[in-house]
């Protein structure tokens, strides 16, 4: 079985490294951030089968990078509703790719 069964998956494993590199945040505050996202998940009916691990990442992400002010949550709004925008346009198996015009402010 692959690590990551997406790319994006990968991205959000390799952002999430670099910025704990960088000393932007410890390994402490990630776990917590990420043990914190999980209980929240679960507490939601989150089924815990290891399909959604990855999305409890990307939120832990946003969440210490909002906290920490590297990003607005307005910014990572506008990404996500960029990429939501991108991906509804390309057809299944072709790369994602994000235009100016799919960022609205």
Not at 48 to 62: F, M, V
Request: charged fraction near 25%; glycine fraction near 4%.
């Amino acid at each position: 079985m692959p690590t990551f069964a997406e790319p994006w998956e990968a991205r959000a494993f390799a952002i999430a490294r670099a910025l704990q590199d960088q000393g932007l945040f410890t390994p402490a505050e990630w776990s917590d951030a990420l043990g914190a996202e999980i209980r929240r998940a679960q507490a939601a009916g989150d089924p815990d089968t290891g399909e959604t691990y990855y999305r409890h990442w990307l939120c832990a992400l946003e969440t210490l990078v909002a906290e920490k002010n590297l990003a607005s949550t307005q910014a990572l709004a506008s990404c996500r509703t960029a990429w939501a925008c991108a991906a509804e346009r390309t057809p299944h198996g072709l790369p994602i790719e994000l235009r100016p015009d799919d960022f609205h402010d």
